[in-house]
């Protein structure tokens, strides 16, 4: 009988892929509780996912003292950025409201990581949204978190706004004074420095002129940068605390989503306390010096306006300056600087693009530091602006300095109806 041999060529055994796990945590405060909080959250999560061995650890990505909106969140935008370059099989997250506060984001993040087969379970409602039921159960979670937020957010204004009535706020401490045990102590060598602002200020001296003198002398600054600037004399200046005041409530948190603060310009009460504390300066001068402010402000007459300070001041490469004009047609118009080169000259037109207003305004608010713009700071620091290309912004600071800034284009505003007045 003969033999036969068969050979069994050799198989290479595959052994099942494990699924790529992250974590996401994110904890709103940055106290010691919260801190705390936090780095629990991690240590769960590493060693849940380490401990699976069907899982292979795909990182833990942790924010801290962020607000629910995703732009804020670096370390979510990470997650985001790891999940569409294909790292991520599965998030696991705490809750629906350590992801995302705002119902829409929350499903439209959902939505996009389920279009990448990717899988978010969230442990304490039990949710996968990759599973059948998933996004349905997800989106009565996340009303219920977004509304409890809320809730959250209206008790603790109400409880501010009735510690503010009472005066039983922790003051923000300010140049000038140190803060001892919830209270406002005068540190004297900073008091001095203080007083000279508001005598220099009364005797015709400008924010900047002012801020050239403190440098020249060699005073230490507030916030212990390298030299004085225009905006921190201005603070100065117009600070009630100074007279040993305190106004509350003059900015407030317009959303509770957004967490973005806006000046109060009367949408709300403001409570003023009175010899809160010692003042630095007398009620008399610090009221002569804002009624020189004021008078300062209303010199520009006829022709004065929020937007006149860009007067003359923005220059294109061209040789121009940028004219005020209004842009947009029917019931979408807003104000813009366009450059004078955009009319005929020599055959040439200009190309530089038209700048809004609103723009301009914001771009040297950050530049001086001002939660909003003001007319008068920005003629007493800026010199000029020049546009050294379409969406930059070179400001030009009287002491020197050099601030590069960009911008984009916004989309058309709302109608605004001209009044009749000159711009």
């Not at 039921?133 to 996340?142: K, N, P, Q, R, V």
Request: net charge positive; aromatic share 8%; charged share 30%.
């Amino acid at each position: 009988m003969d033999r036969r041999v068969h050979v069994i060529e050799k198989t290479s055994l595959e052994l099942p892929k494990k699924k790529r796990v992250a974590a996401y945590a994110r904890v709103s405060l940055g106290n010691e509780h919260m801190l705390h909080s936090l780095a629990a959250q991690v240590s769960y999560y590493s060693s849940l996912i380490q401990n699976n061995p069907e899982w292979e650890f795909a990182g833990i990505f942790a924010d801290n003292n962020k607000t629910g909106t995703q732009e804020s969140r670096p370390e979510f935008q990470r997650l985001l950025t790891e999940c569409r370059n294909g790292n991520i099989d599965m998030v696991i997250v705490k809750s629906v409201s350590r992801m995302a506060r705002n119902t829409v984001t929350l499903l439209n993040t959902v939505r996009e990581l389920k279009d990448l087969k990717i899988d978010i379970f969230f442990e304490e409602q039990n949710i996968h949204t990759l599973s059948e039921t998933g996004e349905m159960m997800l989106s009565l979670f996340a009303v219920f978190a977004q509304e409890e937020s809320k809730n959250v957010s209206d008790n603790l204004k109400w409880r501010k706004r009735n510690d503010m009535k009472r005066g039983k706020t922790i003051p923000k401490k300010v140049y000038g004074y140190d803060l001892i045990d919830g209270r406002l102590v005068i540190i004297p060598e900073h008091a001095a420095v203080v007083r000279e602002i508001f005598r220099l200020y009364l005797e015709g001296n400008g924010y900047t002129n002012i801020a050239r003198t403190l440098n020249e002398k060699g005073v230490p600054t507030p916030g212990g940068t390298v030299l004085w600037k225009c905006h921190a004399v201005r603070s100065i200046l117009t600070n009630e605390k100074m007279m040993g005041n305190i106004l509350y409530q003059k900015n407030y948190v317009e959303d509770y989503l957004t967490k973005k603060i806006r000046k109060n310009r009367g949408e709300l009460p403001m409570y003023l306390h009175i010899g809160t504390h010692e003042g630095i300066v007398s009620e008399e001068i610090f009221k002569k010096a804002q009624a020189e402010r004021e008078r300062r402000s209303n010199d520009g007459g006829l022709y004065h306006y929020e937007g006149v300070a860009f007067r003359k001041k923005i220059l294109c490469p061209c040789g121009m300056n940028f004219m005020h004009t209004i842009n947009g047609t029917g019931n979408r118009t807003f104000y813009v600087w366009r450059c004078n080169g955009h009319d005929k000259r020599n055959g040439a037109v200009c190309t530089s693009k038209d700048i809004r207003q609103d723009v301009l305004m914001q771009a040297a608010a950050e530049v001086l530091g001002l939660e909003e713009f003001d007319s008068d700071v920005f003629n007493e620091c800026v010199k000029e602006i020049y546009v050294p290309e379409n969406y930059k912004l070179l400001f030009r600071l009287k002491d020197g300095t050099e601030i590069l800034k960009t911008w984009e284009p916004k989309k058309r505003g709302p109608k605004r109806e001209y009044d009749g007045k000159r711009w």
